[in-house]
């Protein structure tokens, strides 16, 4: 059974940082990519930003320069450094993550969200 849990998420005033992270545990056989979604409320879930098993990384235009995605050198905990914090960034965080399982499939799978809040 494979799990994401994520940490790291509250409530910072604008201009302010936080730090997310999610780690992946249980039968996993490989991670391929690695990503971060968001939720704000009434909205669609939106891509923040992803990093492949080599590094590469990507991210949404609303949040280019101001939030940075790693790895752990094990490549199975993956980070947000979000900085520059505005109200608009508030929303559920998720977790996603491109793995083989247990039944040798390349599945996706979620955490279960992280509440990020930022006041004005």
């Known amino acids: 059974q494979v799990q994401l849990m994520e940490s790291g998420g509250g409530f910072v005033q604008a201009g302010g940082s936080l730090r997310l992270s999610c780690t992946a545990s249980?039968?996993?056989?490989?991670?391929?990519?690695m990503a971060w979604y968001r939720q704000a409320p009434g909205e669609g879930r939106d891509f923040v930003a992803v990093?492949?098993?080599?590094?590469?990384?990507k991210y949404a235009d609303s949040v280019k320069g101001r939030f940075t995605i790693s790895r752990d050198s094990a490549e199975t905990t993956v980070f947000l450094q979000m900085s520059s914090l505005k109200p608009e960034d508030t929303a559920v965080y998720y977790c996603?993550?491109?793995?083989?399982?247990?039944?040798?499939?390349?599945?996706?799978?979620w955490g279960q969200g992280t509440q990020v809040t930022v006041s004005s």
């Open positions: 249980g039968s996993i056989f490989g991670i391929n990519t």
């Open positions: 996603n993550a491109d793995l083989m399982d247990s039944t040798s499939r390349w599945r996706d799978y």
């Open positions: 990093i492949s098993s080599g590094g590469s990384t």
